[in-house]
C-alpha cells in the first residue's frame, strides 16, 4: 500500500463547528488531492495540490479550504460544517500531474449533526 | 451534470463467469482512463488503466475495451472469483483532475 495515512479515521462534530482532516504521505510524491465520496456520485474532487502552497479548486470546493505546508501533510478545513458535508473523505496522492496513477488512502468517515 | 455514466448499478455474477461494467463519457478531452477497485472500509485501489490511443488493454483475468468514436469503455473481469465482490469506478482524466463514474457493486457468486 502506498504511504498514505488519513486522520481521523472516524469523526462526529457538530453543525457549524470547524473541521480539519489531514492526510500525510511517506511517498514525497508532489501531487495530493481531496475527494468526498457520497452514494450515487463516486469520488468528487474537492481540492488538489501540486506542490507546497499551491493549491487548486476542483469540482465541489465550496465550504472547503486546503493548506500544504509540507511536502508530505495536506489539510482539509471545514470552516464551518453543515450536514451537507457529511461524506467518506479520501486523499489521494500522485507522482506526477498530469495522466499518472494516483492512489488513495484509507478515508475519513465525517458525520455532522 | 454527470460527465462519466457508468452501468450497471449492481451485478451478480456466478463463479468462473464474465463480469461487464460500461462507461460512457462526453469531454472529448479525457486523456486518460482508470479503473478503480474498493473494498467496504478502505479507499479505491488502481486496477487497471488505459490511454485512448490503445482500443484494449489486458491484465490478468481484467481487460479495459475502449471505444474512442463512441465515447465508451468498459471494464471486463474474466473468470470472476468470490473475492472480486466489491464496488469498481471508472473514472476519465483531464490534466490529471479524475472525473469518477457513480460506481457498480458487484457481487461473485460461489
Known amino acids: 500500500d502506498a504511504g498514505i495515512t488519513q486522520s481521523p479515521r472516524h469523526k462526529v462534530t457538530e453543525t457549524g463547528t470547524p473541521v480539519t482532516l489531514r492526510c500525510h504521505q511517506t511517498e514525497n510524491h508532489r501531487y495530493m488531492y481531496w475527494y468526498r465520496q457520497d452514494p450515487g456520485h463516486g469520488l468528487r474532487l474537492i481540492h488538489y495540490?501540486?506542490?507546497?502552497?499551491?493549491?487548486d479548486k476542483g469540482e465541489v470546493s465550496d465550504g472547503y479550504s486546503v493548506s500544504r505546508s509540507k511536502t508530505e501533510d495536506f489539510l482539509l478545513t471545514l470552516e464551518s460544517a453543515t450536514s451537507s458535508q457529511t461524506s467518506v473523505y479520501f486523499c489521494a496522492i500522485s507522482d506526477s500531474g498530469g495522466n499518472q496513477p494516483q492512489h488513495f488512502g484509507d478515508g475519513t468517515r465525517l458525520s455532522i449533526l | 451534470q454527470q460527465q462519466v455514466k457508468q452501468s450497471p448499478q449492481s451485478l451478480i455474477v456466478q463463479k468462473g463467469g464474465i463480469s461487464i461494467i460500461n462507461c460512457a463519457y462526453e469531454n472529448t478531452a479525457f486523456d486518460y482512463f482508470p479503473w478503480y477497485q474498493q473494498f467496504p472500509g478502505k479507499g479505491p485501489a488502481l486496477l487497471i488503466a488505459?490511454?485512448?490511443?490503445?482500443s484494449e488493454k489486458k491484465e490478468g483475468r481484467f481487460t479495459i475495451s475502449f471505444n474512442k468514436s463512441a465515447k465508451q469503455f468498459s471494464l471486463h473481469i474474466m473468470d470472476s472469483q468470490p473475492g472480486d465482490s466489491a464496488t469498481y469506478f471508472c473514472a476519465a482524466s483531464e490534466g490529471g483532475k479524475l472525473i469518477f463514474g457513480q460506481g457498480t457493486e458487484l457481487s461473485v457468486k460461489p
Open positions: 495540490s501540486y506542490g507546497v502552497k499551491d493549491t
Open positions: 488505459i490511454r485512448p490511443d490503445v
